[in-house]
């Protein structure tokens, strides 16, 4: 919806958005903690029941507009553009799946998007055993998310405005290698210096991830059909997102240890690094 929404501001709202979103979910655990506690599990998932379906579903059906147009309006909250701006405005790129589909620039997006979700899950869900392995106890595993979320948000929030006026492979390329460092960080795991690249890694290539995933689809093939493409991708994503965690299983299973599965990803995201550099500009 914000993607339809805004255009040349797009990339600051996603910004704006993302630090609540942030916010939301790491504060989540907590309430939910508290809702357990007093209402016990059942109750706090009918509290939850309850919020949704009275309180946030009337506000949807209510607020909630899926294009500018059908409001007489254009990107932006914009009732008309200037002459001289009108002049000037580039016709939008209106690109179909199938049209998306065969040109590199998806694949290459989409591609890094889903190696992100892939580490991601893999790491989180094995990393008390991954800091176990390397001699760490499990509060100083835990204790990478919070640092690491902080430098997320900055980084949504700063890339975000960022976006709105560069192109956007290079934010692709700093989030692939953000991820390069926090995976050199995982192969060569240990106290010090290892722990400092997977925070700074996880948290940069984290904060572009939530971003791109957003801005990519409708800069680089329009609003029309932007729900099939991104449908398309958020079902490789999704995907990825549960290979990941059998990834870093067989890992530890055949090599004893995770550094096979940081390797993989390593190679895997230099790849598309390199990839970014023969992709042409949005506006080519």
Same mark, same amino acid.
């Given at each position: 919806m914000i993607a339809k929404w805004f255009d040349r501001r797009r990339g600051l709202v996603f910004g704006m958005t993302g630090v609540f979103t942030a916010l939301g979910f790491s504060s989540a655990p907590l309430i939910f903690d508290f809702a357990i506690d007093y209402l016990g599990w059942r109750g706090a998932w009918m509290a939850m029941a309850v919020i949704i379906g009275a309180g946030f579903v009337p506000f949807?059906? #209510?607020?909630?507009?899926?294009?500018?147009? =059908?409001?007489?309006?254009?990107?932006?909250? =914009?009732?008309?553009?200037? =002459? =001289?701006?009108?002049?000037?405005?580039?016709p939008e790129?209106? +690109?179909? @799946?199938?049209? +998306?589909?065969?040109?590199?620039?998806?694949?290459?997006?989409?591609l890094s998007f889903a190696l992100s979700a892939l580490y991601t899950t893999g790491l989180t869900f094995h990393v008390v055993s991954a800091f176990a392995s390397s001699g760490m106890a499990r509060d100083e595993a835990i204790s990478i998310f919070l640092p690491a979320s902080v430098i997320a948000v900055a980084v949504h929030l700063f890339g975000g405005w960022l976006s709105d006026r560069i192109d956007l492979k290079i934010l692709l390329a700093v989030m692939l290698g953000g991820m390069m460092i926090s995976m050199a960080g995982l192969v060569v795991l240990a106290p010090g210096l290892p722990v400092l690249m997977v925070i700074f890694g996880n948290g940069l290539?984290?904060?572009?991830?939530?971003?791109?995933?957003?801005?990519?689809?409708?800069?680089?093939?329009?609003?029309?059909? @932007? %729900?099939?493409?991104? %449908? @398309?991708?958020?079902?490789?994503?999704? $995907?990825?997102? #549960?290979? %990941?965690?059998?990834? $870093?299983?067989?890992?530890?299973?055949?090599? %004893?240890?995770?550094?096979?599965?940081?390797?993989?990803?390593?190679?895997?995201?230099?790849?598309?690094?390199?990839a970014t550099f023969f992709l042409k500009r949005v506006e080519e």
């Amino acid at each position: 919806m914000i993607a339809k929404w805004f255009d040349r501001r797009r990339g600051l709202v996603f910004g704006m958005t993302g630090v609540f979103t942030a916010l939301g979910f790491s504060s989540a655990p907590l309430i939910f903690d508290f809702a357990i506690d007093y209402l016990g599990w059942r109750g706090a998932w009918m509290a939850m029941a309850v919020i949704i379906g009275a309180g946030f579903v009337p506000f949807v059906l #209510a607020f909630f507009r899926d294009n500018p147009e =059908e409001c007489g309006l254009l990107p932006d909250g =914009e009732k008309s553009l200037p =002459e =001289e701006d009108s002049a000037k405005r580039k016709p939008e790129v209106s +690109a179909t @799946l199938l049209q +998306a589909r065969r040109t590199p620039l998806f694949w290459v997006y989409s591609l890094s998007f889903a190696l992100s979700a892939l580490y991601t899950t893999g790491l989180t869900f094995h990393v008390v055993s991954a800091f176990a392995s390397s001699g760490m106890a499990r509060d100083e595993a835990i204790s990478i998310f919070l640092p690491a979320s902080v430098i997320a948000v900055a980084v949504h929030l700063f890339g975000g405005w960022l976006s709105d006026r560069i192109d956007l492979k290079i934010l692709l390329a700093v989030m692939l290698g953000g991820m390069m460092i926090s995976m050199a960080g995982l192969v060569v795991l240990a106290p010090g210096l290892p722990v400092l690249m997977v925070i700074f890694g996880n948290g940069l290539s984290m904060g572009l991830f939530s971003l791109l995933s957003g801005v990519s689809w409708p800069k680089l093939f329009g609003r029309k059909h @932007l %729900g099939a493409i991104s %449908g @398309l991708n958020m079902s490789i994503v999704v $995907f990825h997102s #549960a290979v %990941g965690p059998v990834l $870093f299983s067989q890992s530890l299973s055949w090599t %004893g240890s995770y550094s096979a599965a940081g390797i993989v990803n390593l190679a895997a995201a230099g790849l598309l690094l390199a990839a970014t550099f023969f992709l042409k500009r949005v506006e080519e």
